[in-house]
């Protein structure tokens, strides 16, 4: 149990062009979910909290206009990457978590989907 | 606020011998703490966590790691390691899911590589 898909799992783009990356629990339902970059050999760095049916939490410095997140359903989250620049090259990692009032099975965990590679030329 | 330490960017072992990876956190309220593994251009896999109950925790793939709250510490242990074991492994602290919605604050990770 507690997987957590990505797709694409990797996207080369030109520049100027938007990128859509699905992140999706297949077999809970996750009320939250979070966006996460990754630069090489680095931590994981905080993106925004999507909460299903309102609007997401961007953490300081993100640009939201630039970073569009949508989190539909409860097993449905999207990060649009808009007019992607080769800055924004990067790898991108979601996670999930189970709402608050089930964590009796999978406790405060975040499961990480497999991430996605994007390479803007 | 919360805040995670790893000492030591990279580590390197034999096969066969102890593994151990040293994570300090600090937090103003009684934390849970995660290790997770990284394989190459792959998302995190959790390996153990804890969550306020037992201090020892056992983890996956032989892996475990002991809470010491007056040391402010969750390093992780694996008695022998294996050349399958070479990976990036991150420490990560959160508060309690009532504050900052559950949020996971990484170490900057450690790399392990295990010679034959």
């Known amino acids: 149990g507690a997987v957590v898909s990505q797709h694409p799992s990797w996207v080369i783009c030109k520049s100027g062009t938007s990128v859509k990356i699905e992140c999706r629990s297949l077999?809970?339902?996750?009320?939250?979910m979070f966006w996460y970059r990754q630069f090489p050999k680095q931590s994981l760095m905080l993106m925004a909290t999507?909460?299903?049916?309102?609007?997401?939490?961007?953490e300081q410095g993100v640009e939201k206009d630039k970073f569009l997140i949508n989190h539909a359903s409860l097993t449905l989250s999207t990060l649009t990457v808009t007019s992607a620049h080769p800055e924004d090259s990067s790898f991108y990692i979601c996670?999930?978590?189970?709402?608050?009032?089930?964590?009796?099975?999978?406790?405060?965990?975040?499961?990480f989907g497999p991430g996605t590679r994007l390479l803007v030329l | 606020a919360q805040s995670v330490t790893q000492l030591g960017s990279h580590v390197s072992v034999s096969e066969g011998a102890l593994v151990l990876l040293r994570c300090n956190y600090s937090?103003?309220?009684?934390?849970?703490l995660f290790w997770y593994v990284q394989y190459p251009n792959q998302g995190l896999q959790l390996l153990l966590k804890y969550t306020s109950a037992a201090t020892l925790v056992k983890g996956i793939n032989g892996f475990e790691a002991e809470f010491k709250k007056s040391e402010t510490s969750f390093h992780l242990t694996k008695p022998s390691a294996h050349m399958s074991d070479a990976a990036e492994y991150f420490c990560a602290v959160s508060p309690p899911i009532y504050n900052q919605g559950g949020k996971l604050i990484f170490g900057q990770g450690t790399e392990l590589s295990v010679k034959p």
């Open positions: 937090s103003s309220v009684p934390p849970y």
């Open positions: 999507s909460n299903e049916g309102s609007k997401a939490t961007y």
């Open positions: 996670s999930a978590r189970e709402p608050q009032g089930r964590t009796k099975r999978l406790g405060e965990t975040q499961y």
């Open positions: 077999d809970f339902q996750a009320t939250t």
